[in-house]
């Protein structure tokens, strides 16, 4: 089976965190955190700030990281290294690779959430905690 290793960032803003909804593939019409596939030689925090940049034309600041969330889909093993990130340079978030964005409260239960972007939210949550 495949394993596919990729970053994801929560971008945090005025108490929310920014979730996005994919508009291709299997999983179309859920919402991830976004992110996406590292690059040859890229450390995470590069390959997060990339990716930010080309999915939403803005730049980021990585904050911390969070955690590595594994998860078993059907048709590969996804492991996913979590960075907590902030906004640098505006707000305006122009969609490359999603069909919708949305800023939600981090104890929202009714978003349609990814199988692993589901375990990165108990982890957000319990980082919140302390």
Same mark, same amino acid.
Not at 77 to 84: K, R, V
């Given at each position: 089976m495949k394993t596919i290793k990729v970053v994801a960032a929560i971008i945090e803003k005025d108490d929310h965190i920014l979730v996005a909804k994919r508009n291709y593939? @299997?999983?179309k019409d859920k919402w991830e955190f976004p992110g996406g596939k590292y690059e040859?030689? %890229?450390s995470g925090e590069q390959a997060i700030k990339r %990716?930010?940049?080309? %999915?939403? @034309?803005?730049?980021?600041?990585?904050?911390e990281y969070l955690c590595t969330v594994e998860h078993q889909y059907e048709n590969f093993?996804?492991?996913?290294?979590?960075?907590?990130c902030e906004l640098i340079n505006n707000d305006d978030l122009l969609l490359h690779d999603h069909s919708a964005i949305k800023w939600i409260d981090y104890n929202q239960d009714d978003i349609?959430? +990814?199988p692993a @972007?589901?375990?990165?939210? %108990?982890?957000?949550?319990?980082? +919140?905690?302390?």
């Open positions: 593939g @299997d999983y040859e030689n %890229e %990716e930010i940049s080309e %999915e939403f @034309d803005v730049k980021i600041n990585v904050k093993y996804l492991i996913m290294d979590c960075y907590i349609d959430l +990814l @972007d589901i375990n990165v939210l %108990e982890k957000y949550r319990e980082y +919140l905690k302390g």
